[in-house]
């Protein structure tokens, strides 16, 4: 997506420093001082995690730290919220993956 | 030692603070978010008087305020439980326990989530998500979008959305459901948008106020209301389409609507697909209450004020001694609001603390008036009811906390 450079009422956006950081082993550019879910957003990525279980895809919903929607993982850190966490010099960010459901595999075997 | 936490650093948390510290008590405030000023800085609209109300501002006169006068604040902190040890409160936090003899719990409120078949999809969002992206992080949440719930947070969201060059395709409502409830059905729903352009010919509904103000609509109803819909600020509003489905294989294509009656039912084969790459769901405020309901606090539901709020006086207090409450965990309203019972609060507090002598009793007095007057001069409240929510929560607290003022005398007669 793109930013919101120029504002007719907030103005311009203030010139910040980029800085790298990496999602899923890719390399991406925040602005200072910004959340994970906003960057993550400005680079076009909306897929944040895939759903423990089903695998189903998910991204932010609430952006101000209720939902838990858009948990990642940051710097080996698991369960992080994207949309609460400052993004810093390569970060390194992961997407939460789908989790063995080998009980529940049994029991549908059965 | 702090003598006060302030949980939240929006309007009622920094407000709160700035009294407090004001009066000579060393307070903290806490807050999980990156920065100050809680959801007063996605906070984008023109007055009546045609000057803009800028939150991003606002929020940073209070911040600067609040830093001038020593409070300490700390953003990227949660807090997860509090309890009460004698006459102190240990507030359990992300970086330690702090320990206080006053707790200020400022947390404001969260969004009713409306569930529907594909609203997990990435590209659906809550329509104060898209406000924060928009406004505070200044990035497009998509390039066409659909607001699924009609109501005064939505508009007021749809012309941020649109200021910032957002294409709002549709607004549509929710599908009558337990869940939706009258968020679900056309002829509350206008019957409640009429009610708020009545009370408020404010800008903010001047986006909708042609056909607010129509009495022709007023009269029929939804019977004869137009297929197409009425432009809100250019945006067709589609009181009559309900959202069935959000649809897309990774993330949001489209939304499933159908047509409806004027009592929300779905008219069988009206179905069809409105592209959208991204979605948002407009449900509505609650308090967001957790913490208080954690440390203890009696609470009441009341419909007016946005659903259940922890008991309180209009001094801010609750029954828990040392715990006080202010913004919108006490009730749905602005942020004027949300400012003026945090100065409350943080006065309330300053006199229980015994501070400042006789003053304090003036400017508490005086931070109480100011509520109400604000709250008089309000161009548009979340609920045209909001009076009668506040008188409700009132007359609770005296049945319940105060004594009789003849208390006294009856039983020495007796």
Redesign the interface.
């Known amino acids: 997506?793109?930013?919101?450079?120029d504002?007719?009422?907030?103005g311009k956006?203030n010139d910040r420093k980029a800085i790298p950081f990496t999602f899923d082993g890719k390399t991406y550019e925040a602005l200072e001082?910004?959340?994970v879910?906003?960057a993550l957003?400005?680079n076009g990525i909306?897929?944040?995690r895939i759903?423990e279980e089903s695998g189903?895809?998910?991204?932010?919903?609430?952006?101000?730290?209720?939902?838990m929607?858009c948990r990642v993982t940051v710097n080996d850190q698991a369960n992080v919220r994207a949309c609460?966490t400052?993004v810093e010099q390569h970060m390194v960010i992961e997407s939460g993956k789908q989790h063995p459901t080998i009980v529940k595999r049994m029991v549908e075997q059965q | 030692m702090m003598d006060v936490i302030v949980i939240g650093a929006g309007p009622a948390g920094l407000a709160g603070a700035i009294a407090s510290a004001n009066s000579g008590l060393k307070v903290i405030v806490i807050d999980?978010?990156?920065k100050p000023g809680g959801?007063l800085i996605g906070q984008?609209h023109q007055e009546r008087s045609g000057e803009?109300w800028?939150g991003?501002e606002e929020s940073e006169r209070l911040h600067q305020e609040a830093i001038t006068l020593s409070v300490d604040i700390r953003c990227?902190v949660s807090v997860y439980n509090l309890e009460k040890d004698g006459d102190l409160w240990n507030v359990h936090t992300s970086i330690g326990t702090i320990t206080v003899p006053f707790v200020l719990i400022a947390t404001g409120a969260?969004?009713y989530?409306i569930p529907l078949p594909g609203w997990?999809?990435?590209?659906?969002?809550?329509i104060?998500?898209?406000q924060?992206?928009?406004?505070v992080?200044?990035?497009?949440?998509?390039k066409k979008g659909i607001i699924v719930g009609a109501n005064i947070l939505a508009f007021a969201i749809l012309n941020e959305l649109q200021?910032?060059?957002i294409h709002v395709d549709r607004i549509v409502l929710p599908e009558k459901g337990p869940l939706s409830g009258k968020a679900g059905e056309p002829e509350e729903v206008m019957k409640s948008l009429l009610h708020a352009a009545h009370l408020a010919p404010s800008p903010l509904l001047r986006i909708g106020s042609r056909f607010m103000k129509n009495d022709w609509f007023r009269k029929t109803g939804m019977k004869f209301f137009p297929k197409n819909g009425v432009k809100v600020n250019g945006t067709p509003l589609l009181l009559r389409k309900a959202a069935i489905e959000v649809i897309g294989m990774?993330?949001v294509e489209g939304v499933r609507v159908a047509d409806t009656d004027a009592n929300g039912t779905i008219i069988p084969g009206t179905e069809t697909v409105y592209e959208a790459d991204f979605v948002c769901i407009a449900g509505g405020l609650y308090p967001?209450a957790e913490l208080a309901a954690v440390a203890g606090c009696p609470f009441q539901f009341i419909h007016e004020l946005g659903g259940h709020v922890p008991h309180h006086s209009e001094t801010m207090e609750t029954p828990l001694e040392g715990l006080f409450v202010a913004g919108n965990i006490t009730g749905i309203e602005s942020g004027k609001i949300a400012i003026a019972q945090g100065t409350t609060a943080g006065y309330s507090i300053a006199k229980h603390a015994g501070k400042c002598g006789a003053v304090i009793d003036e400017q508490l007095n005086q931070a109480i008036q100011n509520v109400r007057l604000i709250r008089m001069q309000a161009a548009i409240q979340f609920n045209p009811d909001i009076e009668s929510g506040r008188r409700k929560m009132s007359e609770l607290w005296e049945k319940l906390y105060e004594k009789p003022a003849n208390l006294h005398s009856t039983q020495k007669l007796g």
């Open positions: 997506m793109t930013r919101i450079m504002h007719p009422i907030l956006l001082n910004e959340t879910a906003a957003l400005a909306r897929t944040l759903h189903t895809p998910r991204g932010v919903y609430c952006n101000i730290g209720h939902c929607e609460l400052v | 999980e978010f990156i959801r984008l803009w800028n991003i990227g969260a969004e989530p997990t999809l990435p590209g659906v969002m809550s104060g998500a898209a924060v992206m928009t406004n992080h200044r990035v497009q949440v998509g200021l910032a060059g990774k993330q967001l």
